[in-house]
């Protein structure tokens, strides 16, 4: 296997610091103490403020459940199922969820990097490249190397590979341009 295979039961969980959610650090790139990106899934329990991060961008999908509106005092971001936003990480936002909680996958990144969330489904073969990141949100996939992906499944990629979801499958890919060294 010329990649790695990042699996989501295998990280730890840790609450927010507000108590409105958990989430689970997949991968990161920090120069330093910078934060060049973090990418993770959130677990978003109930209504209210969501972190800021000053001086990074954000990309936020939701993976599972009917998903929220992001209020801010400029007016409302819609946070809907596989479609993602993309916002400034300092903006003051209030979440409120519309049908219960919900699971998010979430790329900050520092406001330098320009970063691209695609969703592909069922059988929407694509190729992904050398330091990309894939993630499998539900259903299973397999990679032109052989190896086998499921829900929950994340690599962060060493090479170009074609990656073909199966029928019902959702995945998420992540390109990154114009790192900071």
Not at 10 to 26: H, I, M
Not at 124 to 150: I, K, R
Request: proline share 6%; hydrophobic share 45%.
């Amino acid at each position: 296997m010329t990649q790695n295979l990042i699996r989501l039961q295998d990280f730890a969980v840790t609450p927010w610091a507000n108590g409105g959610g958990v989430t689970t650090e997949l991968a990161a790139k920090r120069v330093g103490k910078h934060v060049v990106w973090r990418i993770s899934v959130a677990r978003i329990d109930r209504d209210g403020p969501f972190s800021r991060f000053p001086g990074m961008s954000r990309v936020h999908t939701i993976i599972e459940g009917t998903g929220l509106d992001l209020l801010s005092d400029s007016g409302v971001l819609p946070a809907r199922p596989f479609l993602p936003v993309s916002f400034d990480g300092a903006l003051a936002l209030n979440a409120r969820l519309l049908g219960g909680p919900c699971r998010a996958f979430n790329v900050i990144y520092d406001s330098k990097v320009v970063v691209v969330v695609n969703v592909f489904a069922n059988d929407q073969e694509f190729e992904a490249t050398a330091g990309e990141f894939v993630f499998v949100a539900s259903g299973m996939a397999h990679m032109s190397d052989n190896t086998p992906l499921v829900a929950g499944d994340a690599m962060t990629l060493n090479a170009a590979v074609t990656v073909s979801p199966a029928a019902g499958a959702k995945i998420l890919r992540v390109c990154f341009n114009k790192i900071p060294s």
